[in-house]
Nanobody, 123 residues
Framework: QVQLVESGGGSVEAGGSLVLTCAAS????????MGWFRQAPGKEREGVAA????????SYADSVKGRFTISRDGATKTVYLYMSRLQTEDTAVYYC????????????????WGQGTQVTVSS
């Protein structure tokens, strides 16, 4: 099992930036992929970005392409989500997940989850 702890959420004005961090421990070396997901009030959880291995393959949701960047530090088992040009629609609880998914942006394909961190973007 992999333990995941997110940090870095907060409140920011539209157009601003935030960096989310996900620290992994436990059997992190057994998972191939780590991803970021988000869930806004009243909406289903959706995939934001995922990284395979140490960055050999990366996938982004269309809504964040060009604005968000995911990276993974294999040495420290940490995954980052750099978010820029934030929009009010980006407001959500952001979750880190780990697993060996066949569909990288599908929440149900991941086995381990963090507790989430709130990101609020105001206009």
């Amino acid at each position: 099992q992999v333990q995941l702890v997110e940090s870095g959420g907060g409140s920011v004005e539209a157009g601003g930036s935030l960096v989310l961090t996900c620290a992994a421990s436990g059997a992190a070396e057994r998972v191939s992929t780590m991803g970021w997901f988000r869930q806004a009030p009243g909406k289903e959880r959706e995939g934001v970005a995922a990284v395979y291995g140490r960055g050999e393959y990366i996938s982004y949701a269309d809504s964040v392409k060009g604005r968000f960047t995911i990276s993974r530090d294999g040495a420290t088992k940490t995954v980052y989500l750099y978010m820029s040009r934030l929009q009010t629609e980006d407001t959500a609880v952001y979750y880190c997940a780990a697993g060996n998914p066949s569909r990288w942006l599908e929440p149900g394909a991941y086995t381990d989850w963090g507790q989430g961190t709130q990101v609020t973007v105001s206009s």
